[in-house]
């Protein structure tokens, strides 16, 4: 069975990713702690969810991560836990080379687009 720990940690990070991806930054850091690190693939570092989606907004013209699992490290508390959340991608947009192209993400969530 599951511990309340462990239930609220996964509640917090799904609720979290969830205002990431819609977007909204500030319902997104009502999750977090005022001093927040996210780090993204490529180590791009950002210190609130407005940054990241701010960045985001950049790239995709929208996306929706497909949550499969959301795993917290035992040993968790209600005061500290480790979780990772790993999933998919359904739809994306991205911008090359002033064209607007869509796409469905592949399964394991990476795509190469190459323009020519």
Not at 4 to 19: G, I, K, N, S
Not at 70 to 88: D, F, I, L, P
Request: hydrophobic fraction near 40%.
């Amino acid at each position: 069975m599951m511990s309340d720990a462990v239930h609220e940690a996964r509640r917090l990070v799904e609720a979290y990713l969830e205002a990431s991806m819609i977007p909204d930054p500030v319902k997104a850091r009502t999750f977090v702690a005022p001093d927040v690190r996210i780090t993204f693939t490529g180590g791009r570092r950002f210190g609130d969810p407005g940054e990241s989606s701010g960045f985001n907004a950049k790239r995709y013209g929208w996306v929706k991560k497909r949550f499969e699992h959301t795993h917290v490290v035992a040993g968790g508390t209600m005061e500290s836990a480790v979780v990772y959340n790993t999933g998919s991608a359904k739809m994306t947009t991205v911008g090359i080379a002033g064209k607007k192209l869509q796409f469905a993400m592949p399964a394991d969530g990476w795509a190469t687009v190459v323009a020519r």
